[in-house]
């Protein structure tokens, strides 16, 4: 599979799934260094997630797994996924201030 095959909402649905994850424990800053720092490598990364597809594929949905994969090929893919998982972050924070402005009145 190529990051080509995966339409534009398959996507943003993907990334929005790990993202919502990160954000909910609250891993976003160390996330966000992983993801930076990985950048450089993220094609050889890619790969090695090929080689340990038939271990991970025996816990995980194979399909996922793949479109990730293949997703994770593009820098671009990675950038925009490190947005994804910043907005739902700031989200997760404005939502919160909200609830604390209300309670404290």
Do not use: C, W
């Not at 996924?81 to 404005?94: A, G, N, P, Y």
């Amino acid at each position: 599979m190529f990051a080509s095959d995966i339409t534009a909402e398959r996507r943003a649905e993907l990334f929005d799934k790990m993202a919502r994850k990160i954000v909910d424990l609250r891993l976003t800053p160390v996330a966000i260094v992983m993801l930076e720092s990985g950048k450089p490598v993220s094609f050889v990364g890619s790969q090695l997630m090929v080689f340990l597809q038939p271990f991970i594929t025996a816990v995980f949905p194979f399909r996922q797994y793949d479109e990730i994969t293949a997703l994770l090929e593009e820098r671009s893919n990675l950038e925009l996924f490190i947005r994804t998982v910043e907005r739902l972050e700031d989200e997760r924070r404005h939502g919160k201030g909200k609830d604390n402005q209300d309670s404290g009145n």
